[in-house]
């Protein structure tokens, strides 16, 4: 990571947080010629976006269960975007970045699957399930065929590859911040962030003036914008819920 902020100065955006979201949005940004600098504290990546397992979302997981779910629906366009980035055709170059696998399978026991055929034929979906033979079936689950087996168009990227692709070409761009918990903000008349008051290397303030202020910074949203005057906003967290089979699936 890029060494810390040294000296005040004013950008068009500053970001708090280097995962996936803060990293993206300040290529996106870049790219379209405004200033912006990325803050974080930990190593870029640290947190949500490592714990993510790299998995391009469709909105499968996100509808399964639901009658309508507005997140899903958007969540339908994210693999194409993410397929040209990856093919070095779209406006990120990704092309660098490996893949682990390029679909994620969903297996759905016997009985479940007729739930979920009216949801894979659904226009507010659209997602590319297709159903396997068993023959098909990944090998971790061909010894076994029972239930119900699909192939979802959700690649699953290197995420450090992926972080490393998307910060080298803004390295000037990123910095580092000590001592998070002493981070403070002017505001406006109007109520808004002016600045952000950041610990400096010799533990003087520096201060950072943007137009626009972003929280990507996943849970560390919550201490950041409790640092704010005024600021009396509650920040959703939203649990991770996995299982994690281990040992001989032959």
Not at 50 to 61: D, E, P, Y
Not at 85 to 109: Q, Y
Request: aromatic content about 6%.
């Amino acid at each position: 990571m890029a060494s810390p902020l040294a000296a005040s100065g004013r950008v068009d955006v500053a970001i708090f947080g280097g995962g996936i979201a803060g990293l993206w949005l300040l290529a996106e940004l870049r790219r379209a010629g405004f200033s912006a600098l990325l803050l974080e504290c930990e190593s870029l990546g640290a947190g949500q976006t490592l714990a993510a397992q790299g998995i391009i979302h469709s909105g499968v997981k996100y509808a399964i269960g639901r009658k309508t779910d507005p997140l899903a629906g958007r969540l339908t366009e994210m693999p194409e975007i993410w397929h040209r980035a990856l093919a070095g055709t779209g406006a990120i170059d990704l092309s660098a970045v490996p893949l682990r696998a390029r679909h994620c399978h969903l297996w759905l026991p016997p009985g479940a699957a007729n739930a979920v055929v009216g949801l894979f034929a659904s226009h507010a979906l659209r997602a590319k399930a297709h159903r396997l033979a068993p023959a098909d079936w990944p090998a971790a689950l061909a010894g076994n065929p029972v239930g119900t087996v699909y192939a979802l168009e959700e690649p699953v990227v290197d995420v450090p590859a992926l972080i490393r692709a998307l910060a080298a070409p803004h390295a000037d761009a990123i910095r580092k911040i000590f001592n998070p918990a002493e981070i403070a903000f002017e505001t406006d008349a109007d109520g808004g962030i002016a600045a952000a008051l950041l610990p400096g290397p010799d533990g003087k303030p520096v201060a950072l003036r943007a137009a626009r202020f972003v929280f990507a910074a996943g849970r560390g949203n919550e201490a950041l914008l409790a640092a704010r005057p005024g600021f009396d906003a509650e920040t959703q967290r939203r649990p991770l819920r996995m299982l994690a089979i281990k040992g001989d699936l032959a």
